[in-house]
């Protein structure tokens, strides 16, 4: 039984329904003769001959009318599962989304993000967790996260990626720090002591290459994970840092903090979002792309790349 042909199935529905193995045969696409084999097999799995010929007609057998039923709705719940596959309603959907990211994204992604979660998609649930170029392939081959945004990486051919764009990097310090008297020196800038907020270990961010192609180098005296972390440090002491133009400015509406852009030509980095081959067709994970991309759309200081709007197009 355990090696039983659902195919063999649908052929005992097709003949009840029919009433004759012709039909039948026409109603499933199959030969007439490949009806009859499959009927000899389920006279074997049931040990009863299931119909027997009256005329033209196959009469169902009192063990056929018992169990017709329950084939019936197991082949309709088949069937309805399959339909179901490729259906995709955000107000009906259940589903924990897990996304990686940096801290500094989830303050300006996740209020639009859950506004939007809330209003079209009442019953879907986002976990959100820390990301790392260093760990995205993993978590996306691990199935830890459905997508991750982080900055550009190589990646293998089943990991999926849009830019999504690109992020102004400003100063940023306490209010009536020095350096804003003076924002437009790279030599003052490059004397105070600075804050590093990265995910990589000893590792030079892109701020130190470019420094490095002029000859310079700053001064970290320290490295951390959190943003957050590194706006309380600087809030108390003389020391700058450099991070994303619009996450600053997010935070100076509530913390005494000031910025100005930076005082050498350094590259912006860029934001991509990823996500695995697996989930690439699936209806649900699609339509939380979308979302995400639709989220970043409407944050001020964002612009969002042709090929992120495309992906929110399709």
């Not at 830890?144 to 102004?168: G, K, N, S, Y």
């Not at 903090?257 to 030509?265: E, G, I, K, R």
Request: net charge negative; glycine share 4%; charged share 20%.
């Amino acid at each position: 039984m355990a090696k039983l042909d659902l195919n063999l199935m649908a052929v005992l529905e097709a003949v009840y329904d029919e009433g004759n193995t012709s039909r039948a045969a026409e109603a499933l696409h199959l030969s007439q003769s490949a009806v009859s084999h499959a009927l000899a097999r389920l006279r074997t799995v049931y040990d009863d001959p299931l119909f027997t010929r009256q005329g033209h007609m196959m009469m169902p057998s009192p063990l056929t009318k018992r169990v017709i039923g329950q084939v019936k709705a197991g082949l309709d719940e088949l069937r309805r599962s399959v339909d179901e596959a490729h259906a995709f309603d955000p107000l009906q959907h259940q589903q924990v989304f897990n996304l990686s990211q940096r801290d500094a994204l989830e303050i300006l992604l996740l209020g639009p993000l859950m506004a939007q979660l809330e209003q079209e998609a009442p019953l879907v649930k986002l976990h959100s967790t820390p990301s790392a170029p260093y760990t995205l392939v993993n978590q996306l081959e691990q199935g830890e996260v459905d997508a991750c945004i982080e900055l550009p990486q190589l990646v293998p051919e089943h990991i999926h990626q849009v830019r999504l764009f690109a992020a102004p990097l400003a100063v940023v310090g306490r209010q009536g720090h020095p350096f804003f008297e003076r924002s437009d020196d790279e030599e003052f800038f490059l004397s105070f002591s600075q804050v590093l907020v990265t995910p990589l270990q000893g590792d030079m961010e892109w701020v130190d290459h470019a420094l490095a192609k002029r000859n310079a180098r700053r001064n970290v005296v320290l490295r951390c994970r959190s943003y957050s972390s590194a706006l309380q440090v600087l809030l108390n002491s003389n020391h700058l840092s450099i991070m994303p133009k619009g996450y600053v400015e997010d935070r100076m509406s509530i913390l005494p903090l000031t910025s100005a852009a930076v005082p050498f030509d350094v590259p912006n980095p860029e934001l991509y979002l990823y996500w695995h081959q697996r989930t690439h067709a699936d209806p649900a994970h699609h339509w939380f792309r979308m979302q995400l991309v639709k989220a970043f759309d409407g944050v001020n200081s964002v612009t969002l790349d042709k090929q992120a709007l495309q992906l929110m197009a399709l």
